[in-house]
């Protein structure tokens, strides 16, 4: 054991400097198991996979390493909600139990601050205010206003009540393609140059892994002056960063960023003589050019392959429609790049998003206005498309990032660390170090520290039909009904598809318990208002596996409907198990197994959040015990107490239930 190990452990232990200084402090066997292998993976600059199950206490045993090692640190969270809570909270609570005085700076990207240029911008355009929908847009604009002259920090999550979709937030952010640089008027102001500033001073790091991968992919999000100095990585809710680093290691373009590029135009054409007269018509041209591409695109599935897209003949006509009005307002916005900094940018831009439209189209000829030939795509590349209610997105997504990862980590010479509660399948992580690119890396696999036979039970209904059969939706309600009544709510239902959702939910409708839908609200808000219901039953799909977290008796059961498996139809995983499938592989056995059992390992997460928490988990899906594979699943999963009785679930909720005995049940 290293120095730093035996200190850190020292620091988490009985009597230890955590324990002696923070109030509610439980020092766990767990957590300094943990916090002993991160350091020594600090010490020696090792990699290290962990899963720390909930209630490990994971946050700590990677903060007190951190602070006590020295070592420039970057700390990458999941969220920008994660990376809030972990900075402000947190964060300051370890480092003033340890009495170490060393600076933290927490970093975005640059899209969550406030651009000065770009506000003024949007103050003095009547045309762009003009487009403001509703008065409550207008309000938020004057509420971003007034704050501008009196934030600090320039951090847009200082606006609390500005919902993350806010159509003013592009007005008045900037991204890589039209900040203006260190020509900018308001550079010496810049928020987003001073946090730069503060994080480069800074000894330990709190981003995102969206800002850790544009860096690592080059995206110049204004993060790559503090990567080359860091000699630690501490990626948490690691289990995320396979799927993020395809998006990043590919590329895009979407409806909204040309929309913006348009708007932008005609923003810059009152600081340039003649430009509106110039630029106002391709302008005009490429917007409607969008609105009848999204109006083709009507029809199609919400996502799936170029192929899919292009095979229908309107779609392949508006997308080349808008490769040539792109191409014409480049031309236009280039000859006019020297007439003053925004119009530039705007050239910029203009060029960037007519080679990724190309790109993405496969065109092999050179691009009008682009001085450069399209960059030729991997074979290894899936094109794919997704629908949003009034917009569309277009992606090139590697199949492979393994490749990079492993050459930006070799590079580096630093420690990293990859935790999370959902990492191993099946107590192994071959699947998840395969992806990273990580051979044979050092791994730790550290069990809740939570009395799961006792304070939980996992029911698995009797006489469920096949998942795939059409009657399957209402005898999993049938099943699950006495189970809310025993619980008198209290439960979240997790579907597979928004499909099953909604028919779950026209049947739940009308109980005695509150019903909350996902889609019927904002996701906040939905979960804002079940936990002040106190015996609320929220139904919702995927995104509600992770990232919820709600302790006590708000939430007692957790019902899954299938088994996670991922939808067939995704362009990205199906040329995925077509890859695997090609090189001698078994698709369902390297792939869609292991995925799937990550995921309902997310969802089980929900269920127990604390050690007092208690909770019934129910599985509803029969090949759980009518497929050999099912006992993949089971084994992956905490040692619940298992029945199939319904009358052991509703003596759990009974008022004088006793404790249940361990190993009961199939």
């Not at 909270?89 to 933290?104: C, F, I, N």
């Not at 080349?320 to 790049?337: C, H, K, Q």
Request: glycine share 8%.
């Amino acid at each position: 054991m290293s120095q730093l190990a035996h200190a850190s452990r020292e620091a988490l232990s009985e009597g230890g400097a955590l324990a002696s200084r923070l109030e509610a402090f439980v020092p766990r066997e767990a957590q300094q198991r943990l916090t002993g292998a991160i350091a020594d993976a600090f010490d020696s600059r090792d990699a290290l996979i962990a899963e720390a199950g909930t209630g490990t206490g994971k946050t700590f045993a990677y903060l007190v390493p951190a602070l006590l090692s020295g070592l420039k640190t970057i700390i990458s969270t999941g969220t920008r909600a994660l990376q809030d809570q972990l900075y402000h909270r947190d964060l300051p609570r370890v480092r003033e139990a340890l009495g170490v005085g060393l600076k933290s700076a927490l970093l975005k990207g640059r899209a969550n601050y406030l651009c000065r240029y770009r506000l003024e911008q949007a103050k003095g355009e009547p045309r762009l205010i003009g487009s403001f929908t509703t008065r409550d847009q207008v309000d938020q604009f004057q509420r971003i206003i007034a704050w501008a002259g009196r934030t600090q920090f320039g951090d847009m999550a200082e606006l609390a009540a500005l919902p993350d979709d806010s159509p003013l937030l592009p007005m008045v952010t900037s991204t890589t393609d039209n900040c203006l640089g260190t020509e900018c008027p308001f550079w010496e102001e810049c928020f987003v140059v001073q946090a730069r500033q503060r994080a480069q001073a800074a000894d330990v790091v709190v981003v995102n892994h969206h800002l850790l991968l544009a860096d690592l992919a080059l995206k110049q999000e204004g993060f790559g002056e503090i990567l080359p100095g860091a000699q630690a990585f501490v990626i948490d809710e690691a289990h995320q960063l396979p799927e993020l680093a395809a998006n990043f290691f590919g590329e895009s373009f979407g409806m909204r960023p040309l929309q913006e590029l348009a708007r932008d135009c005609l923003a810059e054409c009152k600081d340039v003589a003649g430009a509106l007269a110039t630029l106002q018509d391709p302008v005009q041209r490429l917007e409607q050019a969008l609105r009848e591409l999204r109006l083709a695109m009507e029809g199609l599935p919400t996502r799936g392959t170029r192929e899919r897209a292009l095979g229908k003949r309107e779609v392949a006509e508006t997308f080349g429609s808008v490769l040539n009005v792109l191409g014409e307002l480049s031309i236009a916005v280039v000859d006019m790049a020297e007439s003053s900094l925004g119009m530039d940018a705007c050239a910029a831009r203009a060029q960037e998003l007519s080679a990724r439209l190309a790109r993405w189209l496969g065109e092999d000829e050179p691009i009008p206005g682009f001085d450069d030939e399209p960059v030729a795509a991997d074979a290894g590349d899936v094109f794919w498309y997704e629908l949003t209610p009034r917009g569309f997105r277009c992606q090139r997504t590697p199949l492979d990032v393994s490749t990079p990862l492993r050459q930006h980590r070799e590079q580096s010479r630093a420690a990293w660390v990859f935790t999370s509660a959902t990492l191993a399948v099946g107590g192994r992580f071959d699947h998840y170090a395969e992806r990273l690119g990580l051979d044979d890396p050092t791994t730790l696999l550290q069990a809740s520290p939570f009395d799961w036979p006792h304070q939980a039970l996992c029911y698995l209904p009797p006489s469920l039909p096949d998942p795939a059969s059409r009657e399957y939706g209402s005898a999993m309600i049938a099943a699950v009904r006495p189970v809310l009544e025993a619980s008198q709510g209290r439960a979240f239902l997790l579907f597979a598809s928004h499909r099953a959702l909604r028919e779950a939910a026209d049947a739940l409708r009308g109980g005695p318990w509150p019903l909350f839908v996902q889609g019927e609200m904002p996701r906040a808000t939905l979960l804002q208002r079940f936990r002040e219901s106190g015996n609320g039953v929220l139904l919702g799909a995927a995104s509600f596996r992770e990232g919820v977290d709600v302790a006590g008796d708000a939430l007692s059961v957790v019902v899954v409907d299938k088994l996670p498996f991922a939808a067939p139809d995704d362009p990205v995983f199906e040329a995925r198990l077509e890859a695997i499938r090609r090189q001698g592989g078994n698709p369902f056995r390297d792939e869609q197994l292991p995925q799937a059992v990550i995921a309902l390992k997310q969802g089980v997460g929900r269920l127990i959040r604390t050690e007092r928490d208690r909770g019934v988990l129910v599985l509803c899906d029969p090949r759980l015990l009518g497929k050999s594979y099912g006992k993949l699943f089971l084994e992956s999963l905490p040692p619940f107490t298992r029945t199939r009785q319904l009358d052991d679930v509703q003596g759990f909720f009974a008022p004088e239930s006793l404790p249940l005995t361990p190993g009961a049940g199939p």
